[in-house]
């Protein structure tokens, strides 16, 4: 009674799942771009003055603490109810995944700050700088560096988190794989080779970034 | 060293500094002519550095006056960074930028705060970088220079901004003893100039030899003031006593 | 479409509440069941790692970068949909989705006690080997209690984490938080302050928890 293995089913239809990733990395690539730009004023913001920086706080730990799952339903859902207007499935996705990553890219960001020695600022502002071009000049350019492991961490989580997206239609890998496996009744086969697809795709890009972990080592 | 005419460029009136409910500097009364040397010594806690950091506003005074050229600079609405620009600080620990070489942090000031052209900037940081004797560390990280030729390059970076006025808060303290001599060099040179310079240091044979005049802090205020050689072979105070007899000390072991 | 504003009613929420709050009993319920079948799952795998016997460690450390390498999503329908048809036997969705998050959580966790492992230093190991201690008695007697206070907090964080991904079991039917509230916003059709509550549901589970494990963090790794 062992099971017939048929392998056909998974490379007849390659092409549909290969169509997903391309889905798969537009989603990353545009909440990670999104992330990027509008972690750095949630940083700002969190570092300033107690008056201003609940904000932040708040957002933050809203954000890091609403699993991704009730997030993407809720935008997909209940946005459009509140303000009137539609987001495709792909829109509302990419609105969530931000949304998320947006609070730990604003603390990766405030960590990186802090991580800077305050001596450099005592002797930026002491030459006469402003804090707008001590933060240009001095700070921001180290944090930077310190920051891309970290970052790079994020983006290969958010890679998989993508396939949360399958459950609002967003025609990425995992959701290319379900309809195959629906359509062609072999989900272990299927599933297998979506599983085995995300492997090959992510681990490289895992120890991309322990090669970058490694090489930016920090000197203080 | 000796001025060649008396000006006073900065007078310190009444200042003090308070950390919550712990004071700092009680009532300090100062003033330095142009072209003075003034070394400030004082055991840990005595408030040198503190001292130091409120004359460019690094910290924050809780009350007195500080007037440089005649302006009150510790008067609320004075914009900080144009002030700062004529008072240049070096620092115990040399705090240079680790992402720019030794050029790079010495032309930084005048780029981004005199808005001087790269080129001019360059110009103007390589001069300097002679002068304090690494033109051939000039494209040197931080990281690949000794304590003494960071010190060296912290120096000619607050110079590049040619302040009136450069403060040292114990440069030397965190070089190891071969290096203390060349960084020493280099702000005897500058002394000899004529730049006018407020010294922390427990370095006595340099208090002695380019000071002007020593000051004794203690517990946030002076207590005694005089010039160096009547200071070291008699001081008046008890504590100054006590605080030269402890450096003695240390020198001998 | 509604052009003008949304008009909140929270009724259905807050009468509904006890519902959903027996979904958040089993969140809490897979979390934490699922936190031990990882405990088991990730102490033998980090030892494997830590093997000397190079086929074991290759195993080892196939199996946490294949588990961190795929969705966790993708890993739950692969255990429920995928698995039954290969051994013939189909699992109920509560046992498919503790059996999934512990083995997700196991290849963390099993990185998470390796490092905290080897962090002690080999020079106590060393010492304690020379004074006649088997292997097992130094891993029991000097590793491990110093690897754990070092391990707490990001054990801690592990455990938040599981707690969030648990809201993935309700694809696979588990009736816990998410899946009640996705019941709740189709029958009530008041979909906002269904999820809009239930988000904040969440988050307080969560918050509190992440406090938690600040303070762990800053008494356990203050250096």
Known sequence: ?220 | MTPAFADVLLRVEGLHKTYGSAPVLRGIDLTVQRGEVVVMVGPSGSGKSSFLRCLNRLEEPSAGHIYIDGIDIAAPGVKLPLIRRNIGMVFQHFNLFPHMTALGNVAEGPRTVLRMSRAEAEKRALDLLGKVGLSDKIHARPALLSGGQQQRVAIARALAMQPEIMLFDEVTSALDPELVAGVLGVMRKLAEEGMTMIVVTHEMEFARQVGDRIDMLEHGAIVEEGKPNDILRSPRHASTQRFLSSLLKERAT | MASGHYVWDFGAFFRNLPFLLSGMEITILVSLLAMVVGSVVGLFVALARLSKFRPLRMAAAFYVDFLRATPLLVQLVWVFFALPILVGHSLTPIVAGVATLGAYSGAYLAEIFRAGILSVASGQRHAALALGMTGAQVLRRIVLPQAVTRMLPPIASTFITLVKDSSLVSIISVAELMWAAQSLASVSLRPVEVLTGTGLLYVALTYPLSLVAELARRRFLAV
């Open chain 1, 1 to 220: 009674m062992t099971y017939q293995w048929d392998w056909s089913a998974l490379w007849d239809n390659l092409p549909l799942l290969l169509d997903g990733i391309s889905t798969t990395v537009v989603a990353t690539a545009a909440s990670m771009a999104a992330s990027l730009i509008l972690g750095l004023p949630v940083a700002l913001l969190r570092l300033s003055r107690p008056a201003v920086s609940w904000l932040a706080t708040v957002y933050i730990e809203l954000f890091r603490n609403l699993p991704l799952l009730v997030l993407v339903f809720w935008v997909f859902t209940a946005l459009p109810l509140i303000i009137g207007y539609t987001f495709s499935p792909l829109a509302s996705g990419i609105i969530a995944l931000s949304l998320n990553l947006t609070a730990f890219i604003a603390e990766i960001y405030r960590a990186g700050i802090t991580s800077i020695a305050p001596g450099q600022s005592h002797a930026a502002l002491a030459l006469g700088m402003t804090r707008v071009q001590l933060y240009k000049r001095i700070i921001l350019p180290q944090a930077v560096v310190r920051v891309l492991p970290a970052l790079g961490s994020m983006w290969v989580s958010l890679f998989k988190d993508t396939s949360i997206l399958a459950v609002i239609g967003v025609a990425e890998l995992m959701y290319q794989g379900r309809m195959v496996a629906t359509d062609t009744y072999r989900p272990l086969e299927i599933f297998t080779g979506v599983a085995i697809i995300y492997y090959l795709l992510a681990y490289p890009q895992a120890l991309g970034v322990n090669w970058l972990y490694h090489r930016l080592q920090v000197q203080e």
